[in-house]
């Protein structure tokens, strides 16, 4: 068996309130930049469904950007280190690793010539740092102001000038190189959140959480004046300069964007994001003709100049942990949930996604099936809910389960859930039936063909077999393993059990007796194994596990597998369901969504 990997649906921006995040554009026009957790994630600007990813930081990345020639990518992250990686490759291989200083990056710029690079944010021994880009040798130094700096920008034409906005209030204006300091601008009375130069180098602007933005001369920095009066009610965290220079976009917490006239300073157009505190912005960029602003929430959202009541489109997603996945019954559209209670509905095939709407569990969801029109998932609210697939929202039903459910499977009308302190049978709405168990269910798995349930468990270590008439559950047989179980699911065809375990392992069981289906051992995972999923087929058992590794194993000849290394790198496996018997899908802790192809030889 080969595989390929067909599609990412990439991970939204990771956001944190109060803290704006950067976005890099490609100067060839073609990819954005933005980071969630160790990754830098690449993303084509027309068809945000193509994306690329790059995890070589070993801790959570904060800032990408393109140099100006657009063949480098440097990237900073949280202990003060700027990867330089090539963007030609589909390696990205690494040119240069630098440690300008020992605490987070918080922002990049590259010289016009793409020699030289300036980096900012919250170091111990100072707070910026200009650099050869080859060598890392310095050319100056960026001093002048007592507290962490924001955002930085170079000139994009000579003579060069560095500018910085700092959480003094202050903007630092240093002239070079070598880069020396050259004055303050005090105009701020909060943190600048945002310095930018104009394409031109004529003007730049900045920003700051005291709602004001102030437009200064290029060369000497003098104030030119204020954009608006101020212009936002709340800070603003970003502006973006049209390429031609003759408009400016600001974004800001008061869930508004703003496009501004820059030769009167006035307001064009407002965009108003939204009523919630998620629909704060904290982002944008202007690139080419596409306008893109980032929410709290993580959206990124393609405005219209023409119409600021109607955004062109808005890319949804996660950028917390996936924790659980399913399939629509027409096998059509994935269904993604996450560590913070939220569901995205996936087109398979273009990656065209939406959130779906409606109070949900409001915190991590451990399990989710969708049976004929609905779409059913447990959270660690104890409760079990239910979605309408056709209107993507959620409906009124909550059925209360007694404790925190792990796992659940449906068989028509009838849903059985595994919480911490029983095993219950819902129908109808409502719980019929209760077993307390004290082995602590981390899964649960129905078969389609007989009445056999199975429930895996976490305490003692055994797969706990049932037999089910009506609604009542009867003990059938208990199967051992070495480790805590951690999923466990019947084959399509119903002759199969899978298992697999904390102790690495995943095991095949025969039924109807539940004998080891054959003599080899599934074992070449090096951690937890987290998933088990079956092919329509009932031929292919994919695994994914705690070691970043999926293993696709074949019923027919045990002694066959394909190992995908580092499915999601660094990254756990949290689960896996396959499309057809030649696609699988994979998600992980990582907020990214994988389409894979797996063709036999």
């Known amino acids: 068996m080969s595989y390929s990997n067909k599609y990412i649906f990439a991970s939204l921006p990771r956001t944190q309130r109060g803290q704006p995040i950067v976005l890099g554009g490609d100067p060839k026009g073609k990819n954005f930049l933005y980071t969630n957790g160790n990754s830098v994630i690449i993303r084509n600007i027309e068809n945000p469904a193509i994306s690329d990813i790059y995890t070589e930081h070993s801790c959570t990345t904060n800032v990408a950007k393109y140099s100006p020639s657009g063949f480098y990518i440097a990237s900073g992250d949280q202990s003060g280190k700027i990867r330089i990686w090539d963007t030609v490759n589909k390696e990205h291989l690494l040119k240069n690793e630098f440690q300008p200083f020992g605490g987070p990056i918080k922002d990049i710029s590259w010289s016009p010539d793409n020699q030289r690079i300036v980096v900012v944010g919250e170091g111990r021994e100072r707070f910026g740092h200009v650099f050869m880009a080859e060598t890392g ?131 064009i157009s407002e965009f108003v994001m939204g009523t919630q505190v998620e629909d704060q912005q904290v982002s944008c960029l202007w690139q080419g003709q596409y306008l893109l602003t980032v929410s709290l929430s993580g959206f990124i959202t393609y405005l219209d100049v023409n119409n600021p009541e109607k955004p062109i489109r808005v ?103 595994g919480t911490v302190k029983e095993v219950c049978v819902v129908q109808g709405g409502r719980k019929v039936f209760s077993l307390p168990v004290d082995y602590e269910p981390s899964c649960v798995s129905l078969n389609s063909e007989h009445p056999d349930v199975a429930v895996g468990g976490a305490l003692d270590q055994k797969v706990h077999i049932y037999a089910m008439t009506g609604a009542n559950l009867s003990p059938k047989l208990e199967l051992s393993h070495l480790g805590a179980l951690t999923d466990c699911t019947y084959s399509p065809d119903g002759q199969y059990l899978v298992a697999c375990d904390s102790n690495r392992k995943v095991i095949l069981y025969k039924l109807p007796d539940y004998q080891l289906a054959h003599n080899k051992e599934w074992g070449f995972h090096n951690a937890r194994v987290n998933t088990v999923a079956w092919s329509p087929n009932s031929l292919l058992v994919a695994s994914g596990s705690l070691d970043t590794t999926i293993i696709v194993w074949s019923v027919q000849n045990p002694a066959k597998h394909t190992i995908i290394k580092n499915a999601h790198p ?32």
């Open 315 to 417: 890319i949804k997603g996660h950028n917390k942990p996936i924790t659980v996945l399913a399939l629509s019954p027409d096998k059509k559209t994935v269904y993604t949930g996450s560590h913070d209670g939220f569901i995205t509905s996936w087109d398979s095939k273009t990656g065209e996604n939406d959130r779906i709407e409606g109070k949900g569990h409001g915190n991590q969801i451990n399990g989710m099936k969708a049976v004929d029109n609905f779409l059913y998932t447990c959270g660690i609210d104890d409760s079990i809910k239910q979605v309408d697939i056709a209107t993507k929202t959620y409906l009124p039903t909550d059925v209360k389960l007694g404790s925190q459910p792990r796992g659940m499977d449906i068989k028509g009308e009838t849903i059985v859930a």
């Open 137 to 267: 040798t310095s050319v100056g130094e960026i001093s002048g102001q007592s507290k962490p700096i924001n955002s930085c920008d170079f000139r994009p034409s000579r003579p060069f000038r560095i500018i910085t906005g700092s959480e003094d209030n202050t903007i630092g204006v240093f002239e070079g190189p070598p880069f020396k300091f050259k004055m303050t601008k005090q105009e701020h009375s909060k943190f600048v959140q945002a310095v930018r130069y104009s394409p031109s180098g004529n003007h730049f602007a900045s920003a700051g959480f005291d709602g004001k933005v102030f437009l200064y001369d290029g060369a000497s920095a003098d104030l030119v004046g204020e954009i608006g009066s101020p212009a936002h009610k709340g800070g603003v965290y970003a502006v973006a300069w049209k390429p031609d220079g003759k408009q400016l976009l600001t974004a800001s917490g008061d869930k508004t964007c703003k496009l501004w006239d820059i030769e009167t300073r006035t307001v």
């Open 570 to 601: 660094q990254s756990q496996i949290t689960r896996l369901v396959w499309l057809d018997n030649e696609t699988l899908v994979s998600v992980g802790q990582d907020c990214n969504t994988k389409i894979w192809e797996i063709s036999s030889i």
